[in-house]
DNA sequence: CAACCTGTCTGAAACGTTTCATTCGATGCT
DNA sequence: AGCATCGAATGAAACGTTTCAGACAGGTTG
């Protein structure tokens, strides 16, 4: 009935006594709108996708409250996804929010651009990209500058007096672990001068089995050739190092350095307290909600929606994880 | 019109040459289904929701997974909400989720079971408890025997020689913390005689904030009172109470136990590895949605479906923040 | 040749809201 | 008193599916 709906959206245009009677019945019935009979005549949905890599992963649940906690302010639900990496299990949960005709979608994607997100886009569901840079100016996105990140990491490795430094986390895929890989490059190179001083590995998953894979790989190499230090591209891999290294008796940071990447919580609560490459977390899920929010609200009265490509500076957290000098060499401070 | 919807739904009551020609037009025009149309025809939906006491807590991402497994396998999608712990929240998650009308929820309820969730069962949509015990035969609830839980952790500290024994997370509040609770009085009056060996702390959150709070409460007591041990009510709060030692220079295990519960992954890689109560926490989530699954399709064919509450054992994994022995007395093994 | 199947396709109704035009009654103004 | 105006309530249409009854053609049977 129509004034069931008034006294539901707009109370003031229905008289007092009619109000309190619709209002009174309500709560007897137990009558709860029905959301997709809502949408349906609306053409709109009150809820937002996001997709994750890992679940499991700390950076993402705490990107995940900042998403949340900004799209409940505005009376919208989230649907959290988990793609585990997997462009299958992307594609099939970008179909079922398109399904859900969400109003957009957060998503950290896997690793190029899927089809289906551009089709998602093309329909004209706004899309902002977490965690990832944007390929062009018509796509927003929250990212951190992943290559300083890496530098920063390097530099700070080298400053200590490694020589030979291992990036976990591989040189193609995903493109901010490239952009990590490319600050260490860089630095490295600029650093030493030496092409050899840095060792690639691309575990199987960025997880903390992946972490203890690689370091078992690193115990394998020669002597000679095997790196002093880590760089890992975040910081499951870098306690799943840190486990394996300590199971083999390795001490660190004495005999072998780790630095992570993310500053997840549990980084300082690791057996050796991990140095990492920190992110605003939380801030960059409320600010790619707020950016998705805008553009699917088409902006403000007096504004325009702006596709906007926000660059976060990370900032890397010392801890004792990296926290001696190598014996070797003096270092210029 | 009436022939897409066969093509889509039961290909085989249209003939090839049609259903060729509807299926390239779906392609031409990016044709998706608008799943709020479908609901609302078929009524019902084809979610369920998920609600978690919180979220960064990896005990319950690692049961959601779980939970999405099996949820995903049968076409359902999952909209994951995070109470933390406030019933003011969890109440407008169950707001949302009755809005979405979906199949049934997976919950971890906060304290008392809220008159929104009554409501919602009396609506007749599933509800089954997770990590909490059922009130009565009347409903599915997949648990943890957290008596055990307990008396394992106390009993294991006794035997290793601790005579006070600290148990952080409350008496009272969540059901399942007072029957860890409870395991842990019952199991140290048995063990000492002794009324006064149990400290209990209430610390504000169940987080690793929280255990850092108990954990200097506990070195705020003097020496002659203060606990050598503690059993904490999840790890989040054993790897507070280890950092905050660990920054007082308090050896763990050396001068101070510590037991945690849950036994997630990160747990074992703690700064010194944490003893804790393990729990199947992918399981606990697949069982669950299982039975939800169940209740909501009433049952299979040939066997209605009937509310089942599952108890799981726990068991204790031993690790370096028990490890010592209490050398004032010995013990009986 | 008529009656009857059978296999396909078509069209209308229904799901539960919101919106908007319409109706109705009352009030104020001329 | 008659007319315009206003506030409040009503009713119908529309959103996009699915379902189901019906139409229709072509073939089979008696």
Redesign the interface.
Known sequence: MGTVSNVLNRPDTVSPPTRERVLTAIADL?F?????????RAGR?R?IGLLVLD??N?FF??A??GV?EVA?AQGL??????SDGSPAKEA?HL??L????VQGVVITPTAELSTQLQ?LR??GVPVVLLDRRAPGPDQCAVAVDDVLGGRLAADHLLERGHRRIAFIGGSGGLPQLQERHDGVVAAVREGTGAEDALTVLTPETLT?AGGREAAARILGLPAARRPTAAICANDLLA?GV??EMVRHGVRVPEDFAIVGYDDI??A??????LTSVRKPRVELGRRAAELLLDEAGGGTQDRPHVHEQLVFEPMLVVRESSMVRRPRRTVAS
């Open positions: 137990g709860v709108r029905n959301e997709s009979a809502r949408h349906l949905s809820t679940i499991a700390p649940t705490d995940a409250r949340e409940n639900a989230v649907i959290l996804c988990n099939a179909e079922v398109t399904e859900q005709r089709a093309s329909r903390v306690m840190l486990q919580d549990y300082a609560a690791a057996a050796v307290p």
